[in-house]
């Protein structure tokens, strides 16, 4: 770069010193000796001596630029070949090096801003370089951002891809994969190694011997070096010989990969992180200009370490971290030559990193960080003061996103000093009030996945982290329950584990310590952008990450299930945690100084951020449906009971803008900043949220079209009172118009009256609040669970590492060929084990330790206590986003399931006092009518769906994809299952319990009905007849499943809430019957589609050519069988508490539950029971998802039933049962005798034979059925025996005329009015529970009469 003339005046800031009439005023600050002493001391060739003060011609400000255009001079070949780097031989195309985005790649890539850094959106997307070389040794480098399937090397022109072949591939293109450690060229062959996420590949091509080879370079920590990384470049040898070469022939840089993956390339922009001896990179570094800036770095530095003593006449030496800039003109006059020669070159990447990242990372490694904060805070106030403002932003973006890539990609050293290093820079950085308000405006969250400086990444080798040091031995908990202590398997130690234990406890701490140092760094990151006292002419820094961090979650939120746009969940759970730590830390720090306000202990989100459009809550869901609707049907109760008015206008605009939703306007589709797309035609699409900032069409959609208008005095409202308040868009607001003024509620405008006047905190926490909240439903949850697998696989190796052991003892010494193959197995075993149980160390310390537990409980309790304020608002609840109750149910089950068995949620404070407030919110909300649904099928009933065949899949869709009203519905199932969470439920306030249960009993058809039916079985569990199983007896020895799935839990069944059913039941005439016909509806139709499914599965397994029976129509069998055994229980239980529903036939509707209960249980019966019927080939199959089908739990639960009616009911209702039951065409005697193992029916008044062991019998179960039990159903089978004897003895043949001519089963008893038709009393009872309409000629039915054929006869012959 020329050099600036030695008279030019300063073009960039005019600082009134450098005009030829001041020259000489100018030199004569100081007298000249001391100047020319302190200029050469500054100006000094960093590769030179200094020259003695005899031999030096002298300096002044007069001659400094001709002195310093020589000591910048660079060799003119080096000036000239810098000036055309674009006609290097042996290279063709432009001199900046990026990826070709126009036209050459292939499929769908997303591509960075800068050109450089790809990520794959297809099957197996290709892309080249806009540069190709014909000549000589070239080499680039690429990092690996992700492990997985990529193909990385070079092509020619020529070369086609398509979205299954890719670079080497096709001849004339190369490859070489480290995922599968392959190389490619048309055919493949075993090379190199193992890449991960964090490795450089180094991509070398010599044209002139005709090879091409490749180096990897793996990032490991040396304990020996810290904090560096040994440089561990392998060259993994020559790949591939005699390439082709000549005319034509010019290779491309390419890579293809895979959906997903992502990698960043260097062709030269930057430093090579691993320079080859001999090979050039594509694109020539800056030479010359790298000359410059290093001298006048050095001639800054110098300025930072001397200072003049005018007084004394003499040079100060002194440190960087005690200079300060005091305004001396001398001073000032030389900084202003340095910059006005270093600006220009601080534009540019390659020397940003190459020399400023360098210095200021020296400042940070060299001083403590009170001293290197100082520093770097000297070095950006001159940058400011001495650089155009343009100038300075681009270098600001371009260190920052050198130091953003060097955190991120740094290996892990034992004592994480590298990332502490980076860290310490940051936060030097943007302690920097300028420099923080730009980046944060400008660059954290628009160009750089800033969340990266929160994330600590998992080694991804066991000897990464130095884990093998920190934690030299390892354990391995036994498998236990994560419920808590109440379910923990207590097993007792040896010495030699406790030992061990204690041992890997001990590393885990040190681990846990060297995190922790990382964690407070980011956290004070955090803190500096929540600063809301930095407002000094300008907006404090708190709200424009306000503004960023609603766009950041905006962009996240609407592009859910379009993974390369989102925030990786890893980096979004890091963030979460830090975030939540600076945000306690400013919202207690606000209540020292303000009595008023709340600790955060007590924080919660006050209803009217939900309806007063302050807070744009996007698209997602309200718990009340969509906002537009609410805002039209709530608008009266906004308006009585928050004082909001909404405009009418605005209102239809706001409808109207809902109906349009997918059509976005040109100018904002105009104004969006596009990326860089690889797409069949090259059309652009918005960039990640990280690599830019796009601004999408309904952003703030809500927020500007909502026409809020709001009265201050809480009276009854007029039309001449209304005042219009425009709703500022996220990027409009200022601070107070979150904060508010005397005036102005800023964020929390529109206080109903159940909420207390004194603030809580500042507004702006409260949003960031709601942010946080946000964030754990977007995709915090999903990792925690994600992570829990690391758990699971220690304990499947530890599992299998035991079974090894075992056998290995019992295995005969003389077979030494199994003995060899059984230590092997163990060697594998314990190796991995050691590498997992490490990692596992890893993850405990980073995602699941007592801290970050704390912090998803408060979490929890934040969620409880904003539910329960938004409850009191009645109406207005239906405003509270869905997110809420996601997070409240998400984050239990989150403490409750992954965080043990280091850490179980009793220890934490409040436990109980949290688990009832849950539990008062899940009972209460369930059924609440303010929330609607959005995935349930309307207006149909799961019970209305068995004749199409599609009950089923709703079943599984309602599991897959659950609304709101489902969440809360399977919460409460699984809440009931656990002792904890069920003391909970009971102690609840009485009046939620019964009004709990009252929804429970309501009638099946109409709603989902399954889940419901659970909470009842649930509920009863324990209680019934061989009813105390955890798993059913035959799973017993079948794989074990996971042993904290609510199903597998040991019953704990409620008396108190079953004594709330009993007092429903028997509340109204209208209750009992309404709820049990929907019951034994449901047990009709599930029974019957489990009958005709396992139909088609028999016909399917008979068949003679191969075939399959599909899973899921297995899985649906299944279903159905559990739904009808479930059923079952529900009406044991009834029929338990209150047998008086079937038996007093006092009650208009006994007589025909009763008979329906018998038909249903006799169809059962003879289904299950007969020999060698479809049933039992089913269950002797044994086909993989069929498991739960057996005799015993459908069986003992029908047992159940006929014991509660015929042995412990009263006299006369066991008559009336007995009556009812031997009435039924369907009843079998032989299906009773099928209980106890007898074929048939015992001869009166001799002893029951022995079971046959071949044969089904609950004698057979005695570790489930119970002596008194089993005599029990003794006495019910003598019972029936001799009633049906009797009944045979007195039963009279009766005309087929005289039968019902719906069930054949019983005289004719009814008729119908006024069609005059008949049948039996108990068809036309039941057929009228559902349907008005005569059975034959649909007239509706008016009344029913009793029907008797004598008298009838008699009153038509006195007629004649």
Known sequence: ????????????????????????????????????????????????????????????????????????????????????????????????????????????????????????????????????????????????????????????????????????????????????????????????????????VSCLIDLDEGTLSFCLHILLSTPSDPPFCSRNGVSL????????????????????????????????????????????????????????????????????????????????????????????????????????????????????????????????????????????????????????????????????MSLLRLYRFSPIVPDLALQIRYLRLTIAILSHEKSRKFLLSHVLFDVLRSVVFFYIKSPLRVEEAGLQELIPTTWWPHRSSREGKESKEVKDETSEERLRRRAYERGCQRLKKRIEVVEELQVQILKLLLNNQDDNGGEASRYIFLTKFRKFLQENASSRGNMPMLCPPEYMVCFLHRLISALRYYWDEYKASNPRATFSEEAYIPPQVFYNGKVDYFDLQRLGGLLSHLRKTLKDDLASKANILIDPLELQAATMDDLDEDEEPAPAAAQRPMQALAMGGALPLPRPSWLSSPTLGRANRFLSTAAVSLMTPRRPLSTSEKVKVRTLSAEQRTREDIEGSQWNEG??????????????????????????????????????????????????????????????????????????????????????????????????????????????YWLLRVCLRTIEHGDRTGPLFAFMPEFYLSVAINSYSALKNYFGPVHSMEELPGYEETLTRLAAILAKHFADTRIVGTGEVPDRGLGEMGTDGMAPLAIFCAQCQ??????????????????????????????????????????????????????????????????RYTRLPHLLKTKPEDANLPSLQKPCPSTLLQQHMADLLREGPDVAPSFLNSVLNQLNWAFSEFIGMI??????????????????????????????????????????????????????????????????????????????????????????????????????????????????????????????LLADPCFQLRSICYLLGQPEPPTPGTALPAPDQKRFSLQSYTDYISVEELAQVEQMLAHLTSASAQAAAASLPTSEEDLCPICYAHPISAVFQPCGHKSCKACINQHLMNNKDCFFCKATIVSVEDWDKAASASATSSAA
């Open 1095 to 1220: 139909q088609e599965i028999q016909q399917a397994a008979e068949r003679l050519e191969r075939n399959f029976v599909d899973s899921r129509q297995l899985k649906v069998c299944a279903t159905c069988f559990d739904l009808s055994v479930s059923l079952l229980r529900v009406l044991e239980m009834t029929i338990t508490l209150v047998p008086e529903i079937f038996l007093d036939w006092a009650q208009p509707t006994s007589e025909m539950l009763l008979r329906r209960l018998a038909q249903l249980l006799n169809q059962v019966l003879n289904r299950v029971t007969a020999e060698r019927n479809l049933f039992d080939r089913v269950v002797t199959l044994r086909l993989p998802g069929l498991e739960s089908v057996d005799h015993y739990p459908i069986l003992v639960a029908v047992t159940g039933i006929l014991v509660r009616l015929l042995v412990h009911g009263p006299a006369s209702g066991t008559e009336r049962a007995t009556s009812v």
């Open 1 to 200: 770069m020329a050099s600036k003339g030695a008279g030019m005046a300063f073009s960039r800031k005019s600082y009134g010193l450098t005009s030829d009439a001041e020259k000489s005023r100018v030199t004569g600050i100081v007298h000249e000796k001391l100047l020319d002493d302190y200029l050469h001391r500054i100006f000094s060739s960093t590769g030179r001596a200094p020259m003695a003060a005899t031999s030096r011609k002298l300096l002044n400000f007069q001659n400094l630029p001709e002195h310093l255009d020589q000591l910048l001079h660079v060799d003119e070949e080096a000036e000239e070949e810098e000036e055309s780097q674009g006609q290097v031989e042996g290279r063709l195309g432009p001199s900046t090096v990026v990826l070709d985005h126009t036209g050459g790649f292939e499929g769908l890539l997303l591509v960075d801003d800068d050109l450089l850094g790809v990520i794959g959106h297809s099957n197996f997307g290709t892309i080249r370089s806009t540069t190709c070389v014909y000549k000589g040794k070239w080499v680039y480098e690429v990092l690996i951002s992700s492990q997985g399937l990529m193909q990385i090397g070079w092509c020619t022109i020529n070369c086609r891809f398509n979205q299954e072949e890719g670079v080497g591939d096709t001849h004339n293109s190369y490859a070489y994969d480290g995922n599968r450690v392959r190389k490619w060229n048309v055919t493949t062959t075993n090379y190199g190694k193992a890449w991960a996420a964090g490795d450089i």
């Open 747 to 856: 964020l929390l405008v529109g206080r109903p009256p159940e909420e207390p006047e004194q603030p809580l905190t500042e507004n702006s926490l409260l949003e960031v609040l709601d942010g946080a909240i946000m964030m754990y439903n977007l995709s915090v949850h999903q990792q925690l669970g994600k992570m829990v697998g690391v758990s699971d696989d220690v304990n499947e190796y530890a599992m299998a590492l035991r079974d090894t052991e075992d056998k290995l003892r019992r295995c005969p010494k003389r077979r030494k060929d199994i003995l060899a193959e059984l230590t092997k197995s163990q060697k594998v075993f314990s190796e991995k084990l050691d590498h997992l149980s490490r990692r596992l160390a890893w993850v405990h310390a980073t995602v699941y330790s007592q801290e970050k537990m704390q912090d998803i």
């Open 237 to 400: 040898g020559t790949a591939f010989e005699n390439l082709s070469r000549g005319l034509g022939m010019a290779y491309f840089p390419a890579i293809s990969l895979s959906f997903k993956e992502s990698v960043a390339f260097n062709f030269g922009s930057r430093p090579l992180r691993y320079p080859v001896v001999g090979y050039r990179p594509l694109q020539d570094p800056p030479s010359a200009d790298l000359v410059r800036a290093q001298e006048l770095l050095g001639c800054f530095q110098a300025v930072l370490s001397v200072e003049l003593d005018p007084v004394q006449g003499r040079l100060v030496e002194k440190e960087s971290s005690e200079w300060q800039l005091q305004g001396q003109p001398t001073v000032l006059l030389t900084l202003a030559h340095i910059f006005h020669r270093f600006a220009p070159l601080l534009r540019k990447v390659y020397l940003v990193e190459a020399v400023l990242m360098s210095f200021l990372l020296g400042v940070v490694e060299a001083g403590t960080p009170a001293q290197a904060q100082s520093v770097v805070h000297q070095v950006l106030d001159l940058l400011w003061l001495f650089m155009e403002d343009y100038e300075v932003q681009d270098c600001l973006k371009q260190l920052m």
């Open 962 to 1027: 659950p609304d709101i009203r489902d969440s809360l519905m399977q919460a409460l199932a699984s809440y009931v299952c656990y002792p904890n969470s069920l003391r909970a439920v009971e102690r609840i306030p009485e009046e939620q319990r019964i009004a709990m249960v009252r929804s429970l009993l309501a009638p099946y058809e109409q709603r989902p009905w399954a889940q419901t039916n659970w909470i009842l079985v649930r509920l009863w569990r324990g209680c019934g007849f061989g009813y």
